[in-house]
């Protein structure tokens, strides 16, 4: 049942007329947070956007309106060492958040959670999508939540009773990413020309938006130029200097 769950994952972007309960949102972040988390920090925080001016702004802010504005419940998700700052305090112990290193355990830490919080919702029948358009303008969506230092937004995430349901893409073959003992990249060549033709199968045929493309030639586009390269100023204007 949980295998069946997860190969059925599909991206929602349009929704039902329906809003999410305060006992259910509660409910579905309760089990979210019972995701692993590096040394337990529990590094992330969520913001529950209720406030329908808020959620327009971060809608746009995101290039997102539409998604935002049928979503049952919408959050954005930030890493936090604000409340491991104040934790500190407590022990009278200035900690050290400013590095790599906790950029990363961070990251990871929100993700762990974000997926949790995914599962959990997709098993009651809800439909969700992940928005990485947060991070095209990340110091005016902190200003508009209030972020403090030690937090920043990785990434908003809405959900709701699914009005329009995607197909679900293929992915990579195993093969693709799964190593034996060691890293060999001498199978790519094959493998990918073969998910390129499984991919231009899937474009042309799903139930909407069909086009012609492939897996490799969307990569090589989109990874060709340095993307969100303000990402480096904005993590430090927020306490991570990378050390």
């Known amino acids: 049942m949980v295998e069946k769950l997860l190969r059925n994952h599909a991206s929602v972007r349009k929704y039902k007329d329906y809003t999410l309960s305060r006992e259910e949102v509660s409910e579905l972040i309760e089990t ?3 995701a692993a988390s590096s040394h337990f920090v529990q590094a992330y925080s969520v913001i529950w956007v209720t406030d329908d001016k808020k959620k327009e702004e971060l809608g746009r802010l995101s290039s997102n309106q539409k998604q935002f504005e049928t979503a049952g419940a919408a959050f954005l998700l930030c890493a936090d060492f604000h409340r491991l700052q104040a934790a500190g305090k407590m022990q009278d112990t200035d900690i050290m958040m400013d590095t790599t290193e906790n950029v990363l355990v961070g990251t990871v830490d929100v993700a ?6 995914v599962i959990a919702a997709e098993s009651k029948g809800y439909g969700i999508c992940y928005i990485g358009g947060v991070r095209n303008e990340p110091a005016e969506i902190s200003r508009l939540f209030d972020l403090p230092e030690g937090v920043f937004p990785l990434f908003a995430l809405t959900l709701g009773i699914p009005d329009q349901q995607n197909d679900v893409k293929p992915r990579l073959p195993v093969a693709a990413v799964l190593h034996e003992n060691e890293y060999d990249s001498s199978k790519y060549e094959g493998l990918l020309k073969e998910y390129d033709q499984t991919m231009e199968d899937y474009y042309v045929g799903r139930g909407s938006n069909q086009k012609v493309a492939n897996w490799t030639k969307s990569m090589a586009d989109f990874l060709k130029t340095p993307r ?12 991570f200097h990378l050390k």
């Open 32 to 34: 979210a947070q019972h």
């Open 112 to 117: 762990l959670f974000a997926q949790n919080l």
């Open 228 to 239: 969100r390269s303000h990402m480096a100023e904005f993590l430090s204007s927020k306490g």
